[in-house]
């Protein structure tokens, strides 16, 4: 009988997987390392150590960074991109820098096509998607054989204003498979994102061109390995909105997974925020590889409709998420006589020096084991025993190159990399309007712990959260998130030629097309749901905000247009801290979420402490350059209730806390670690 709701998320270093146990209601967590040139191998071996067989199995979710890394890596499948003839320079004119006019050092993206992968395709639509000139057909026949003559592993086609008519992407499509075969792929910019502005919308379906092919053959490798171990249910995929959504689903828009590894982090933080009545938190992710920030606001995740990669613009929902080159496995070098952290990683293999792998230059960990925040004995869930001489040696040469000694080049390591991560979620609150010190601030991943308090400090935030099963936190966040179709309209009006009418029609079609698309995924009538927003923006601008609406029903009430203004005014003002009310807006984009409820796995409470005493040693740590006798307190041994004060380590399977001088620590009913500021 099926009993495990199964989770699994890939880093860079190692693979997390989190299981509950809907007998007993348990969690468990474990971590396997990352096998970079087999990714399936790590998900495998992690799951099998859960797990005795995937027939066991009655729900599974997958992170994956497949897509992301054949992005980044650029060794994604070269395209070919069909354009309308005449406006076929679209994607490489791109868009202006707005935020960057005055740099002298910048840089256009770098494009996945060249321009010489680009062909004009004959054939119009006027912008209200009536034809103009029909589809020259014996082109695109053409261009699918040139295709198959030189190479192409996948077809791009994004033509204007295909968004409201995709008659002439669809006949294409035809074409080509006509040519090539139903197996190869090609990406329509109307299915990629069904929205305006043409250059976004062909770098979608070019992003999604260039990674599809390799997250197609992961995850049908991935899912053939399990169906052959046992696996009676269907595998789930996080998407970058935060939903899941079926392999098979995933299969057809491999865009919509190009995020899905950090997002998990994100839903479980949102999830906390729930769970503990707190709206707003910053959740800070430190992995082996990179640091990765998001936000809750007011109890709901931070989602945008629109992502940039590396310059490159994608329109879809994600969550946001700010990242850089942070984590455990940054390695520390000089500079110009100067120290730098990252943001290249030494990974997993070799790794850090102290993982005894032939890694020889220092890291954020090497650093972390020379100043005794690391138990060298119990890393990894006791998968790695620590080479405590390796990391000193490492760090010791660093140190000679820089005048320094040893323990205090362990220190600045740490600090630069606090300053660097304190930056990354200054950019992504600070340069927005937001006050981190409103906010809390919740840590995981396997490094998270480690560094939170100190970043904490650095940023005036007073309370830290380290929930259980940091390190695998995004894996644990993946088991509480739903199914999610996300749709889009354009819809372009001035409130005062608004028809209220035709606008709930178009949502009520929408709602229609969600509920539909959640019974595809196999989510029960009385479970599925749909929400509505509308972008809109005061006329003449060029930018929008996403505001919600009620209902699809809601544009028939008599003071709608009233109701909409004041919703804009307000997050208008909130966002950038001024309105212009009375003056006319516009109506540009409907969006409908819909969301399926699969079920999920409840926090599990934890056992109240009997009394104030709990095991535990002590062991000099260093702190501001002192050896300080500090607590060492294993997490097991920690029941709700229980607090202490720091300094103070506290280990676990897949992280370590560290708690410095001046912070005092507590345990809450759903075993979170919760550190303050000592007296506040």
């Known amino acids: 009988m099926t009993r495990y709701r199964v989770s699994m998320d890939i880093g860079g270093t190692f693979t997390d997987v989190v299981t509950y146990d809907e007998e007993t209601g348990r969690f468990a967590a474990t971590k396997a390392s990352t096998t970079p040139g087999d990714l399936s191998r790590g998900v495998l071996s992690g799951l099998a150590s859960v797990v005795a067989s995937p027939g066991d199995i009655s729900f599974m979710v997958h992170g994956t960074t497949q897509g992301l890394n054949a992005f980044l890596e650029r ?14 320079d679209t994607y490489h004119i791109a868009r202006g820098p707005r935020t960057r006019l005055y740099d002298v050092h910048y840089r256009k993206p770098e494009p996945l096509v060249p321009r010489r992968d680009v062909v004009a395709i004959g054939g119009r639509l006027a ?143 949102h999830e906390l925020a729930q769970v503990t009545d707190r709206p707003n938190l910053i959740g800070i992710d430190m992995g082996g590889t990179s640091f990765d920030v998001s936000l809750v606001v007011d109890g709901k995740p931070d989602v945008a409709a629109e992502a940039r990669l590396e310059g490159l613009p994608m329109l879809m929902s994600v969550v946001n998420i700010h990242t850089v080159g942070a984590g455990g496995g940054s390695v520390a070098y000089a500079e110009a006589g100067g120290l730098r952290v990252g943001p290249r990683s030494a990974g997993a293999s070799p790794g850090p020096a ?82 981190p010190r409103d906010f809390s601030l919740v840590a995981f991943g396997g490094a998270g712990p480690m560094h939170a308090v100190f970043l904490a400090r650095e ?6 959260i380290v929930p259980r099963f940091p ?35 178009k949502l009520t079609a929408m709602e229609d097309e969600g509920l539909a698309s959640l019974a595809g995924e196999g989510v029960v009538a009385d479970q599925r749901t749909v929400q509505h927003a509308v972008d809109i923006r005061y006329a ?99 029941r709700a209730g229980h607090r202490f004060d720091g300094p103070a380590v506290i280990v676990e399977a897949t992280a370590t806390s560290v708690v410095p001088p001046g912070y005092d620590v507590s345990v809450d009913e759903i075993g979170s670690l919760i550190i303050r500021v000592k007296g506040k």
């Open 459 to 464: 940023l005036g935030i007073a309370e830290t």
């Open 540 to 638: 003449a601008q060029e930018y929008t905000l996403t505001v919600p609406l009620t209902s699809a029903d809601e544009p028939q009430l008599d003071n709608f247009r009233a109701v909409m203004a004041d919703r804009f005014a307000e997050m208008h003002h909130s966002r950038y801290g001024h309105a212009n009310p009375g003056a006319p807006i516009e109506f540009v984009t409907l969006r409908s979420t819909a969301l399926g409820d699969l079920g999920r796995a409840e926090p599990e409470p934890l056992e109240k402490a009997a009394g104030p005493d709990f095991p535990h040693r002590t062991r000099p740590v260093v702190f501001g350059g002192q050896r300080t006798d500090s607590i060492v307190v294993h997490r097991d041994d920690l």
């Open 127 to 269: 912008q209200d998607g009536a034809q103009v000139r029909p589809l020259d057909e014996d082109a695109v026949r053409q261009a699918a054989r040139r295709a198959q003559r030189e190479g192409h592993g996948a077809i791009a086609i994004a033509f204007l204003f295909s968004y409201k008519n995709p008659q002439h992407e669809l006949r294409a499509k035809e074409i080509v498979a006509e040519e090539l075969g139903e197996d190869f792929t090609v990406s329509l910019s109307h299915e990629a994102a069904k929205e305006w502005r043409e250059y976004e919308r062909t770098s979608s379906a070019v992003i999604e061109s260039y990674t599809g092919p390799v997250v197609r053959q992961y995850l049908s490798q991935l899912e053939g390995e399990l169906r052959a171990g046992g696996l009676s249910v269907p595998l789930h995929v996080m998407q970058s909105s935060g939903g899941v959504l079926t392999a098979e689903s995933a299969r057809r828009r491999p865009l919509q997974t190009l995020l899905s590894g950090p997002v998990g982090g994100a839903m479980g933080a």
């Open 75 to 88: 060794r994604g499948v070269r395209v070919l991109l069909l354009a309308t003839q005449g406006a076929e």
């Open 471 to 505: 390190g695998a936190f995004s894996a644990w966040g993946m088991l509480q998130t739903q199914i999610r179709k996300d749709f889009s309209e354009p819809y372009f009006f001035l409130d005062a030629d608004l028809d209220a009418a035709d606008m709930a029609g």
């Open 354 to 435: 102290c993982y005894g792998r032939g890694g020889t230059e220092p890291t954020v960990t090497d650093a972390n084991l020379v100043l005794g925040r690391v138990d060298p004995q119990g890393f990894a869930a006791g998968q790695l025993t620590l080479d405590q001489d390796a990391a000193i040696s490492a760090v010791d040469r660093l140190a000679g190159d820089l005048g320094l000694e040893t323990t205090a080049m362990a220190e600045g390591i740490c600090d630069v990399a606090n300053s660097k991560m304190a930056q990354a979620i200054r950019t992504i609150t600070v340069s927005r309007g937001i006050e």
